[in-house]
């Protein structure tokens, strides 16, 4: 069955236009909740939002949706997306959902379902709600049985309590100073705050929401900001997160980006030597550079690869029994911690490396030296680019340049109408020239 609504990361779309508006979210909650009912028990639901405007709309059409076939809700209000699923999972909920669109500008949202056991909903589960969607036919509960709704005002401190379980009693952060940034997003009370419990000097910024500047100019995907603020004030590090929180970026002290490649060779060769470290080796997406790989091999541990896309990981992480996996993006799961990415639970996992080791960040996450990678989009109308007979035939010729020196992706996204078109080798000048050269010819055929 084909997918209509929900994307590699739930389901997302700019707000009032299209599908994302609120009868689609009344839809969903019903869609959803008629899913999840079962048993003969009472049936509850979690939710929680970032701070974009459109999540009042939004929560509430989903409160109608869900009430209206019969199950409890309970509102968390602002959270990050890891707090949700940990909340839906130690509340015992059947069904937890997060409004969000991530890294996303204000205007979009989304809708992010979770399990009863926190993790997001396997594809199956997608397709049944969908079928549930088209159908358009939901059974209403009796007047009797419609569900109620509540909100709890300790979910910050519930989380913050389980994130900061996340590293030993005897870690503390006194002596560091940290910039954290964010992003006016869904962390912005919680993740100061779990910081400047563990004892560290905490700088906070973008954590002034007003519904329409999450991630505008902030965030782990406009890091400038951070990395001004983190030399400026003579900071150790800097933590950037997104728009819900669940992907990390850091800042060394002398400013400098360390992606989620970085991140996930010092966390796995960290947890390997302290044989914390299960199936021999980190999962990641094929956009990971191919220096991680290198850097794993030589410690004896594998990397496996995935599609792109955090559930994906999440996938091969639950079958081969993993514990460490993410994105060169920033999401990071940790499964010892977390059923879905968590950034500031991996942030805590850096922050106790820089003071166990008693290293600058610079020397401590420049873990390994990457090769030459770049990433190009091309942004097409409509069709099937990659279908396109001279697009395979360069992309084929493109690959046989590189084998053996290099690696060569080209993908859709899952969530924007592009195809990305990423190149990675030994010779810088090599990889530029296959990206142009195949951005070129995919921009011929759509134009």
Not at 74 to 84: D, E, Q, R
Not at 370 to 387: E, H, S
Not at 432 to 440: P, S
Request: charged residues 25%; glycine residues 12%.
């Amino acid at each position: 069955m084909t997918r209509k609504f929900f994307g590699t990361d739930g389901i997302r779309g700019r707000t009032n236009s299209g599908f994302m508006t609120a009868a689609m979210a009344m839809a969903v909650g019903q869609a959803a909740g008629a899913h999840f009912l079962r048993g003969t028990h009472k049936h509850r639901v979690v939710i929680g939002k970032d701070t974009r405007l459109s999540g009042y709309m939004m929560e509430n059409a989903l409160v109608a949706g869900f009430t209206s076939v019969g199950m409890d809700v309970v509102l968390v209000g602002p959270m990050p997306t890891p707090a949700v699923a940990m909340l839906t999972r130690s509340m015992r909920a059947d069904l937890g959902v997060m409004i969000s669109a991530s890294h996303n500008p204000f205007q979009d949202n989304g809708i992010k379902l979770f399990g009863p056991d926190g993790f997001k909903l396997s594809d199956e589960d997608e397709l049944r709600i969908e079928a549930l969607l088209d159908a358009g036919d939901p059974k209403l509960a009796e007047s009797e049985a419609i569900g109620r709704a509540r909100r709890i005002e300790d979910a910050r401190g519930r989380y913050i309590h389980a994130v900061k379980e996340s590293l030993p009693d005897r870690v503390r952060l006194d002596g560091l100073k940290i910039v954290v940034d964010c992003a006016n997003g869904a962390a912005y009370q919680v993740a100061p705050s779990a910081f400047w419990e563990l004892g560290a000097e905490v700088v906070a910024i973008g954590v002034t929401p007003n519904g329409l500047n999450i991630n505008d100019r902030v965030g782990s995907t406009h890091v400038e900001t951070l990395q001004e603020r983190v030399v400026a004030s003579g900071a150790d590090i800097g933590i950037a997160l997104d728009g819900d929180a669940d992907r990390l970026i850091v800042v060394d002290e002398q400013g400098k980006v360390v992606d989620g490649d970085q991140i996930m060779a010092l966390i796995g060769a960290s947890w390997a030597r302290q044989g914390r470290l299960r199936g021999g080796g980190v999962v990641a997406t094929v956009m990971s550079n191919l220096g991680l790989e290198r850097y794993l091999q030589a410690q004896g541990l594998e990397l496996i690869r995935t599609k792109v896309g955090d559930r994906y990981v999440l996938g091969a992480m639950r079958a081969g029994g993993y514990n460490v996996g993410g994105e060169q993006s920033g999401h990071m799961i940790l499964l010892d911690h977390a059923t879905t990415g968590d950034g500031t639970v991996a942030a805590l996992q850096v922050l106790a490396e820089l003071v166990r080791e008693g290293k600058p960040a610079s020397e401590l996450l420049h873990v390994f030296d990457p090769v030459p990678q770049l990433l190009k989009n091309v942004r097409f109308a409509g069709g099937k680019p990659l279908d396109n007979p001279r697009v395979q035939a360069v992309i084929a010729e493109a690959e046989d340049e590189l084998r053996g020196r290099g690696r060569l992706v080209i993908r859709p996204s899952g969530t924007e109408p592009v195809i990305r078109v990423m190149a990675e080798g030994d010779d810088a000048a090599q990889v530029e020239a296959v990206v142009d050269r195949i951005c070129a010819v995919v921009a011929e055929v759509t134009a």
